[in-house]
């Protein structure tokens, strides 16, 4: 009999947490995003920027706590029947969601406050003491409730608003961390007394306020009082007229200031939707906790028609996306309309080409008999978003100015994925800039711009509907991190040169920095390595390497932005972009560092070289040594292998094994290159592997499109003191 009681009380629970699955799933995404991955860690550091994000944070936050009470609300007084037999369920789990959005986001607060080494006994200590809290607090309230009247009551709730207001003011104004963690707390506790005295407060109302006589504003009153009705009414249960009509006096006015509050928070959302300029100041911090509103919100509304109608509309609703789908392909890549005749792709050199070309511009040094070798350098820039791109193009700007511009005189070749490449463009830009002074600093201010918060805020609400709404408005939240990179609020040649086609990137035929570019990508369907390249990828060499550029029309360009997003598509953030029926994806699926497509080019070159020899054998190219500068942003911590749980084994070993092979690919690919440089000079490597972590340093660097400015400092300490740059410094003759 006992244990029957247990699975009785158990199937309630689930029985529940069903009910309020949407809720409970986004508290837990939240509290795993923001107190666990390095990256909702850093999201918090910048959300916390300065006292106009702060201000958007505490909005965002007290917008999600409402609709998560609120709406979890509607969800219980719509399941009468699980009333009947869990009543104290229904009527605590709206109450602990709302109290526990402020846990979730106390606890990662406190964590950036104390980055104990123990962390599971912070989370366990402070998820403890607000249990506590409430199964104290809780029934204190309870009994202020039921031995005060109305008007003490309504006293108290107007001196609580006035300790949120103020409370939230020291918070904003103070702007520390601490202060943070303290006054959520104390508005925390707030929440709790006025959720559980409002409905005395409310249900006395009958007698105090009346409905006014319905004239033409009492009809508007009147479809109101039946909305009421209908949203906190079970059409199942049956309710006589005065339990009918003490509902609606209960929930008229909180269900007005809800919508009022709902209204604001959306209008600041959708704001950020369609201003890139809004969305990056008010952070991606408040977009994602916004975006946890309106997604519960509007999930929890549609769970409340599928209950009053008896129609499961969450399976229509995805039923209509892949029906729909068949017809409408919302993630085409953006592409630039020409009235040329042909496609100026077609005009591309192929290797050899552009070679002979570059060594010719550099004969007089190639000459040189002082010269006893001529280094040539491949840079390979391993993907991982706004740290990578920050990273690799601080390098090369450090090499090249330590180097006195000789590094960039010698560079042939820059090949990447996602931020590498991103970094590599930015460092061309910054060459090609006309004035010549564009400096580090300026590289580094242009790449610390937050690049996340506009694709983000598209990536959690517009995105999903977007094949259900006309004219795709605006593009996808790709092409929002397109326009991210192409406009930052100031001119400069990053972004101006982001704004420009593609083609102008192709070699010219006057002298100029003019370095091969590689901007590495997957095909989704078969996996296939892809290439947009400033050359072409022909198959003589680079064997079945599909050449992006070529796939398109003769009156077709891609923007560099575009190009580099193309090569940064990483779903889920990014979708495959479309290309024809082609589809694309992030490079680091296949080779996240590039270094396939340079090894292919050393081979062909080597060959061109050594058949130039056989003939000559005093040619100057004998001089000729290949650079490889590898600037990678992973670290170097063992991998552990650890047991497998039998039930993953047997339904995910294929997504696992998918999963590993993609590092264990760029890895392979890094060591061919290495080894080969090894066999062509005798042992003398020539492969610079230049890291931002330590070896054995944990991953204390985000892999986000936004940095904080904590993060961005360690970087530009560990660029002053990496011992890699001065050598291949040396390197450059």
Not at 292 to 316: C, D, E, M, R, V
Not at 467 to 487: I, Q, T, V
């Given at each position: 009999?006992?244990?029957?009681k247990y699975l009785q009380k158990l199937a309630i629970f689930l029985q529940l947490?069903?009910?309020?699955?949407?809720?409970?799933?986004?508290?837990?995404?939240?509290?795993?995003?923001?107190?666990?991955?390095?990256?909702?860690?850093?999201?918090?550091?910048?959300?916390?920027?300065?006292?106009?994000?702060?201000?958007?944070?505490?909005?965002?936050?007290?917008?999600?706590?409402?609709?998560?009470?609120?709406?979890?609300?509607?969800?219980?007084?719509?399941?009468?029947?699980?009333?009947?037999?869990?009543?104290?369920?229904?009527?605590?789990?709206?109450?602990?969601?709302?109290?526990?959005?402020?846990?979730?986001?106390?606890?990662?607060?406190?964590?950036?406050?104390?980055?104990?080494?123990?962390?599971?006994?912070?989370?366990?200590?402070?998820?403890?003491?607000?249990?506590?809290?409430?199964?104290?607090?809780?029934?204190?309230?309870?009994?202020?409730?039921?031995?005060?009247?109305?008007?003490?009551?309504?006293?108290?709730?107007?001196?609580?608003?006035?300790?949120?207001?103020?409370?939230?003011?020291?918070?904003?104004?103070?702007?520390?961390?601490?202060?943070y963690i303290i006054g959520l707390s104390v508005i925390q506790v707030g929440y709790?007394?006025?959720?559980?005295?409002?409905?005395?407060?409310?249900?006395?109302?009958?007698?105090?306020?009346?409905?006014?006589?319905?004239?033409?504003?009492?009809?508007?009153?009147?479809?109101?009082?039946?909305?009421?009705?209908?949203?906190?009414?079970?059409?199942?249960?049956?309710?006589?007229?005065?339990?009918?009509?003490?509902?609606?006096?209960?929930?008229?006015?909180?269900?007005?200031?809800?919508?009022?509050?709902?209204?604001?928070?959306?209008?600041?959302?959708?704001?950020?939707?369609?201003?890139?300029?809004?969305?990056?100041?008010?952070?991606?911090?408040?977009?994602?906790?916004?975006?946890?509103?309106?997604?519960?919100?509007?999930?929890?509304?549609?769970?409340?028609?599928?209950?009053?109608?008896?129609?499961?509309?969450?399976?229509?609703?995805?039923?209509?996306?892949?029906?729909?789908?068949?017809?409408?392909?919302?993630?085409?890549?953006?592409?630039?309309?020409?009235?040329?005749?042909?496609?100026?792709?077609?005009?591309?050199?192929?290797?050899?080409?552009?070679?002979?070309?570059?060594?010719?511009?550099?004969?007089?040094?190639?000459?040189?008999s002082a010269q006893k070798q001529f280094p040539i350098f491949f840079v390979l820039?391993?993907?991982?978003?706004?740290?990578?791109?920050?990273?690799?193009?601080?390098?090369?700007?450090?090499?090249?100015?330590?180097?006195?511009?000789?590094?960039?005189?010698?560079?042939?070749?820059?090949?990447?994925?996602?931020?590498?490449?991103?970094?590599?463009?930015?460092?061309?830009?910054?060459?090609?800039?006309?004035?010549?002074?564009?400096?580090?600093?300026?590289?580094?201010?242009?790449?610390?711009?937050?690049?996340?918060?506009?694709?983000?805020?598209?990536?959690?609400?517009?995105?999903?509907?977007?094949?259900?709404?006309?004219?795709?408005?605006?593009?996808?939240?790709?092409?929002?991190?397109?326009?991210?990179?192409?406009?930052?609020?100031?001119?400069?040649?990053?972004?101006?040169?982001?704004?420009?086609?593609?083609?102008?990137?192709?070699?010219?035929?006057?002298?100029?920095?003019?370095?091969?570019?590689?901007?590495?990508?997957?095909?989704?369907?078969?996996?296939?390595?892809?290439?947009?390249?400033?050359?072409?990828?022909?198959?003589?060499?680079?064997?079945?390497?599909?050449?992006?550029?070529?796939?398109?029309?003769?009156?077709?360009?891609?923007?560099?932005?575009?190009?580099?997003?193309?090569?940064?598509?990483?779903?889920?953030?990014?979708?495959?972009?479309?290309?024809?029926?082609?589809?694309?994806?992030?490079?680091?699926?296949?080779?996240?560092?590039?270094?396939?497509?340079?090894?292919?080019?050393?081979?062909?070159?080597?060959?061109?070289?050594?058949?130039?020899?056989?003939?000559?054998?005093?040619?100057?190219?004998?001089?000729?040594?290949?650079?490889?500068?590898?600037?990678?942003?992973?670290?170097?911590?063992?991998?552990?292998?650890?047991?497998?749980?039998?039930?993953?084994?047997?339904?995910?070993?294929?997504?696992?094994?998918?999963?590993?092979?993609?590092?264990?690919?760029?890895?392979?690919?890094?060591?061919?290159?290495?080894?080969?440089?090894?066999?062509?000079?005798?042992?003398?490597?020539?492969?610079?592997?230049?890291?931002?972590?330590?070896?054995?340093?944990?991953?204390?660097?985000?892999?986000?499109?936004?940095?904080?400015?904590?993060?961005?400092?360690?970087?530009?300490?560990?660029?002053?003191?990496?011992?890699?740059?001065?050598?291949?410094?040396?390197?450059?003759?």
């Amino acid at each position: 009999m006992l244990f029957k009681k247990y699975l009785q009380k158990l199937a309630i629970f689930l029985q529940l947490f069903w009910a309020f699955f949407p809720g409970i799933l986004l508290l837990s995404i939240a509290y795993l995003f923001f107190s666990n991955l390095i990256q909702g860690k850093d999201i918090l550091i910048t959300g916390l920027r300065s006292r106009q994000t702060g201000l958007f944070f505490t909005i965002a936050l007290f917008f999600w706590v409402l609709v998560t009470w609120y709406t979890s609300r509607l969800i219980a007084y719509n399941n009468d029947w699980l009333f009947s037999i869990t009543k104290e369920g229904l009527y605590h789990t709206p109450r602990i969601l709302g109290y526990a959005c402020f846990t979730v986001i106390i606890i990662s607060l406190f964590l950036l406050e104390h980055p104990f080494k123990n962390i599971y006994l912070i989370h366990i200590g402070i998820l403890g003491y607000a249990a506590i809290i409430y199964m104290t607090l809780h029934p204190i309230f309870e009994r202020i409730k039921n031995a005060k009247d109305r008007t003490t009551l309504i006293n108290l709730r107007y001196l609580l608003w006035f300790l949120f207001f103020a409370t939230t003011a020291l918070m904003v104004t103070l702007h520390s961390i601490t202060s943070y963690i303290i006054g959520l707390s104390v508005i925390q506790v707030g929440y709790l007394f006025l959720v559980i005295t409002r409905r005395k407060i409310s249900e006395t109302n009958i007698r105090h306020h009346q409905l006014p006589p319905l004239f033409f504003i009492g009809k508007i009153r009147e479809q109101y009082r039946e909305i009421i009705l209908w949203l906190f009414t079970d059409g199942a249960a049956k309710k006589d007229s005065s339990r009918k009509e003490g509902m609606i006096q209960t929930e008229k006015n909180i269900f007005f200031w809800f919508s009022m509050f709902s209204m604001i928070a959306l209008l600041i959302y959708v704001t950020a939707v369609t201003s890139l300029s809004f969305a990056r100041y008010i952070s991606a911090l408040p977009i994602i906790l916004l975006s946890f509103g309106i997604l519960l919100g509007a999930g929890n509304i549609i769970s409340l028609f599928s209950i009053k109608q008896k129609i499961n509309f969450h399976f229509i609703f995805i039923v209509t996306l892949v029906v729909i789908g068949y017809f409408v392909e919302p993630h085409f890549v953006s592409l630039e309309k020409t009235t040329l005749k042909t496609s100026p792709y077609l005009k591309r050199p192929n290797l050899n080409q552009q070679f002979l070309k570059w060594i010719g511009e550099r004969k007089t040094l190639l000459d040189d008999s002082a010269q006893k070798q001529f280094p040539i350098f491949f840079v390979l820039a391993d993907g991982g978003a706004s740290r990578s791109a920050y990273w690799t193009a601080s390098v090369l700007s450090e090499i090249d100015h330590e180097s006195n511009g000789r590094f960039a005189n010698q560079l042939f070749c820059l090949s990447g994925s996602s931020g590498g490449c991103l970094g590599n463009i930015a460092f061309i830009a910054a060459r090609k800039d006309q004035n010549n002074k564009t400096t580090l600093p300026q590289i580094q201010k242009y790449l610390s711009n937050d690049f996340l918060s506009f694709p983000l805020v598209r990536l959690m609400g517009p995105d999903l509907l977007l094949p259900l709404l006309p004219g795709n408005l605006g593009g996808d939240r790709a092409k929002a991190l397109e326009e991210s990179f192409k406009n930052v609020g100031y001119e400069n040649p990053f972004s101006s040169l982001m704004q420009k086609n593609f083609s102008e990137l192709m070699p010219s035929n006057s002298k100029s920095f003019d370095p091969i570019i590689a901007i590495n990508c997957t095909r989704m369907q078969d996996g296939s390595p892809a290439v947009v390249s400033n050359i072409q990828i022909n198959e003589e060499v680079f064997g079945k390497r599909i050449d992006i550029l070529s796939l398109l029309k003769k009156h077709e360009e891609i923007s560099v932005a575009t190009a580099i997003v193309l090569g940064a598509r990483f779903p889920y953030f990014s979708p495959a972009g479309r290309i024809q029926d082609q589809y694309f994806v992030d490079g680091g699926y296949f080779d996240n560092s590039g270094a396939g497509v340079v090894h292919e080019m050393i081979l062909e070159l080597q060959n061109l070289i050594n058949d130039s020899i056989k003939i000559n054998p005093s040619h100057p190219f004998n001089k000729i040594r290949f650079h490889v500068v590898h600037i990678t942003n992973q670290p170097e911590t063992e991998k552990k292998i650890t047991k497998t749980h039998p039930l993953v084994n047997d339904l995910a070993a294929p997504i696992k094994t998918i999963l590993g092979s993609y590092a264990s690919q760029t890895d392979i690919n890094n060591l061919r290159l290495f080894k080969y440089l090894l066999g062509i000079y005798n042992g003398d490597s020539t492969y610079h592997y230049v890291n931002l972590y330590k070896k054995g340093e944990d991953d204390i660097y985000p892999m986000n499109w936004s940095i904080s400015n904590g993060s961005l400092k360690k970087m530009n300490l560990r660029l002053i003191e990496h011992e890699m740059i001065d050598a291949v410094v040396k390197e450059t003759r």
